[in-house]
């Protein structure tokens, strides 16, 4: 899912800076391409590349309980206020301050004050 993030990301940010024309016949367009590449640079949407897979074996080797959410999960939603636990990243991992749950038998890493996802596994 991040992958397909980051591919559209780019791609977006490709067109921005490649078509200053475009730019001009469409300005909304390229107001909402920026402001997607920028949450993504701003917020820390992105988990650092080489500790994915050793962040997703430290959870998977925690064992925590699934919870079940009815609506699709995916980076950038909010978790609702619910019945899951979440628990601290270790800093090691490269997302200081953010938290992780198993939501639909998927880990989910998010920030725990704003509950917006950041990363699925």
């Known amino acids: 899912m991040l992958g397909r993030i980051l591919a559209v990301t780019l791609a977006v940010g490709g067109l921005m800076s490649s078509s200053a024309a475009f730019a001009q016949r469409d300005p909304v367009a390229n107001a909402v391409a920026?402001?997607?590449?920028?949450?993504g640079v701003a917020t820390g949407l992105i988990v650092p590349y080489e500790q994915r897979e050793p962040l997703h074996e430290y959870i998977v080797r925690e064992?925590?309980?699934?919870?079940?959410?009815?609506?699709?999960?995916?980076?950038?939603?909010?978790?609702?206020?619910?019945?899951?636990?979440?628990?601290?990243?270790?800093?090691?991992?490269?997302?200081?301050?953010?938290?992780?749950?198993?939501?639909?038998?998927?880990?989910?890493?998010?920030?725990?004050a704003t509950r917006r996802i950041i990363h699925v596994y």
Do not use: K, M, T
């Not at 920026?34 to 949450?39: K, Y």
């Open 63 to 112: 064992n925590r309980p699934s919870y079940v959410y009815p609506d699709e999960v995916a980076a950038g939603r909010e978790l609702p206020p619910g019945a899951y636990e979440s628990y601290p990243v270790p800093e090691q991992y490269g997302v200081p301050e953010h938290h992780y749950a198993i939501v639909n038998g998927r880990p989910v890493i998010f920030h725990p």
């Open 34 to 39: 920026g402001a997607v590449v920028g949450v």
